[in-house]
């Protein structure tokens, strides 16, 4: 019987970042192409000049679909002409070069709800250079969100393998804060946790919420948030089943997740989980786009333009963010097997 495979879908990220250099470094590794069948999707010269940073000489089968990987043991390489050499300049940002990042990603998100593809893993993007090639969204994952027609709770996660984060709110002002503060969306954010966590292979995960205010709010003297609405989301989450608990204060919770108590901590904004993540594992963090039908994922770390071009991209991250999606594709082709029978 042939051993089931997800099928991932790479992209080397903004051309003007380290982005085909940390995929070149992730497919030199021997073990790879054991986890899932890989179809890169990428301008031809690009990933060459990836592959001369990284000091590697990947010799990928040309494919002219998304189905011909079926066809080949290994990687294979589905090119795109979006971009030209003279488009691109290491640390530059560009409109050229987000145009091209998000051409790519619609071909790999067209593959993906067609069933062609399993999970994606994208290389470091630049935000500032897809709205300069026309992006219209706040970021990424709203572009992912409407584009994949999701109309239910999404947020990114954070993780560092054994810990993950979701959030009620991401990129608004800390005063507006507040306002996201509410039963509905801490409710979502922790299913939504939850769900991801048993794709990525947790076998019972333990979901942390943590409180909005200083101390828990203090029985109410330091705000009310955690009584009036973080509280009865847990409530709620605990009656229909779900192991979810808290809210704890934020300062001290992260020290208990690092030592194994939870799987998962639901943050009431940006920065209260980000903080805490990058100071546990920078180096190692991945995003993971949640609440799509579809895996997505990237490392969570930038298009390090201080070293673009240099041939000093470490891999780990994206080796990272690769397991995830795999992990989270092949999860959820045997949830389709399974479904269709």
């Known amino acids: 019987m042939t051993e089931l495979k997800p099928v991932v879908a790479l992209t080397l990220g903004d051309a003007a970042g380290i982005g085909a250099e940390l995929i070149a470094r992730l497919l030199a590794e021997p073990d790879v192409g054991d986890q899932a069948r890989i179809v890169l999707v990428a301008d031809e010269w690009q990933w060459r000049q990836g592959q001369q940073l990284a000091g590697t000489d990947h010799q990928l089968p040309v494919v002219d679909s998304f189905k011909e990987v079926h066809q080949h043991p290994g990687p294979v390489l589905l090119k795109v002409d979006t971009l030209a050499p003279a488009q691109a300049r290491y640390a530059e940002v560009s409109g050229a070069c987000g145009a091209s990042t998000l051409e790519i990603l619609r071909l790999c998100l067209d593959a993906a709800q067609s069933g062609e593809v399993d999970a994606i893993c994208f290389a470091p993007l630049n935000k500032h250079a897809m709205k300069l090639g026309g992006l219209q969204h706040e970021d990424e994952l709203h572009f992912f969100a409407e584009y994949l027609g999701v109309e239910g ?32 969306r801490i409710v979502a954010a922790s299913k939504l946790i939850h769900e991801a966590l048993l794709l990525a292979g947790f076998e019972s995960p333990r979901v942390a919420v943590a409180a909005f205010n200083p101390h828990a709010g203090e029985g ?43 799987d998962a901590v639901v943050t009431m904004y940006h920065d209260q989980g980000q903080i805490a993540i990058k100071l ?49 594709g092949l999860a959820r082709r045997r949830r389709t097997l399974a479904a269709t029978g």
């Not at 993950?164 to 509410?182: E, F, G, M, N």
């Not at 786009?289 to 673009?308: E, R, S, W, Y």
């Not at 991250?317 to 999606?325: E, L, M, Q, V």
Request: charged share 20%; glycine share 12%; hydrophobic share 35%.
């Open 220 to 262: 109410g003297t330091c705000g009310r948030e955690e009584i009036d609405v973080i509280a009865p989301a847990v409530a709620q989450c605990q009656a229909e089943g779900y192991p979810v608990s808290g809210p704890y204060p934020a300062d001290t919770l992260f020290i208990r997740a690092r030592d194994g108590d939870f």
């Open 153 to 184: 709770y999404f947020c990114e996660f954070n993780t560092l393998g054994h810990l993950w984060t979701s959030r009620i709110s991401s990129h608004v002002p800390l005063k507006d804060a507040a306002q996201y503060v509410t039963k509905e």
């Open 280 to 328: 546990l594992g920078f180096s190692q963090g991945v995003t993971v786009q949640g609440g799509l039908p579809i895996p997505i994922t990237t490392p969570a770390h930038g298009t390090a333009f201080d070293i673009a071009g240099q041939g000093k991209a470490r891999v780990g991250p994206t080796r990272n963010a690769f397991d995830i999606a795999c992990r989270m």
